[in-house]
């Protein structure tokens, strides 16, 4: 289950760089927001850490064990989050959906997360790619700033 699918292959490269180096990998000693998710059906587990001050995201860091897409997604997605706030970042989650369910073309803001358009022919892995984000809502949820 831990194997990429073929996405092509930049897109592929794209993926295993941020798989082997995450972006915003460990963890925030000031967070005041976190989530721990899991995706059972591949095994796939992330704990994601914010700090949300006056309803913007400062800072987040990300760690987990799973699948490249799961691991590679939720780094792409910490690179889009510093400085927005939690409606931005649904109006991001929104989009990167439309693009899981094979919506048209992906827009630029996505940035790396562009290249994962292609797991919409893998409909096993759209839970691995959108687990970042439940763990993102349920962060954003329970973070104790406005
Ligand atoms: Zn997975």
Request: glycine share 10%; net charge neutral; proline share 5%.
């Amino acid at each position: 289950m831990s194997s990429t699918p073929p996405l092509g292959s930049l897109y592929q490269a794209l993926i295993l760089d941020h798989y082997r180096r995450p972006r915003n990998r460990g963890e925030l000693a000031d967070a005041n927001g976190m989530a721990h998710v899991h995706n059972p059906t591949c095994g796939d587990e992330i704990i994601l850490e914010l700090r949300v001050d006056d309803g913007r995201i400062e800072d987040v860091r990300f760690r987990g064990e799973g699948c490249s897409i799961s691991q590679a997604s939720a780094s792409m997605m910490t690179q889009l989050l510093r400085g927005r706030t939690a409606t931005e970042v649904s109006g991001l989650a929104d989009e990167f959906r439309m693009m899981l369910r094979g919506g048209g073309t992906p827009p630029r803001e996505l940035g790396d997360l562009r290249a994962l358009a292609g797991v919409s022919k893998f409909p096993a892995r759209v839970k691995c790619a959108l687990l970042g984000w439940e763990a993102l809502a349920n962060a954003l949820a329970n973070a104790d700033s406005a």
